[in-house]
Nanobody
Framework: VQLQASGGGLVQAGDSLRLSCAAS????????MGWFRQAPGKEREFVAA????????YYTDSVKGRFTITTDNAKNTVYLYMNSLKPEDTAVYYC???????????????WGQGTQVTVSS
């Protein structure tokens, strides 16, 4: 499984961004797909996850109502739509493919290269 993340950038508080994670490989649909983020000096933390098969979605509390994770099965791509961005959302965002529990980064076996999101106040 190969994952290619993109879409980060520098935005102002209140702006929106869309992150993309293009997946390839024979077995990627058997995994949960998740977005994590890591700020300087902090551990990698769970942001959102989605199941290819069921479409069920999961979010950490701090992004509920602001972020939306979706899949485009035709493009083999997972998106993270981020609205009402805050300075505390600043981090490197990683997409991953893994298993349960979806919020544990140790359960993710494949990772994209990370994309920087910087939100200025």
């Amino acid at each position: 499984v190969q994952l290619q993340a993109s879409g980060g950038g520098l935005v102002q508080a209140g702006d929106s961004l869309r992150l993309s994670c293009a997946a390839s490989g024979r077995t990627f649909r058997s995994y949960m797909m998740g977005w994590f983020r890591q700020a300087p000096g902090k551990e990698r933390e769970f942001v959102a996850a989605i199941s290819w098969s069921s479409g069920n979605t999961y979010y950490t509390d701090s992004v509920k109502g602001r972020f939306t994770i979706t899949t485009d099965n035709a493009k083999n791509t997972v998106y993270l739509y981020m609205n009402s961005l805050k300075p505390e959302d600043t981090a490197v965002y990683y997409c991953g493919a893994g298993s349960w529990p979806y919020s544990d980064p140790a359960k993710y076996v494949y990772w994209g290269q990370g994309t920087q999101v910087t939100v200025s106040s």
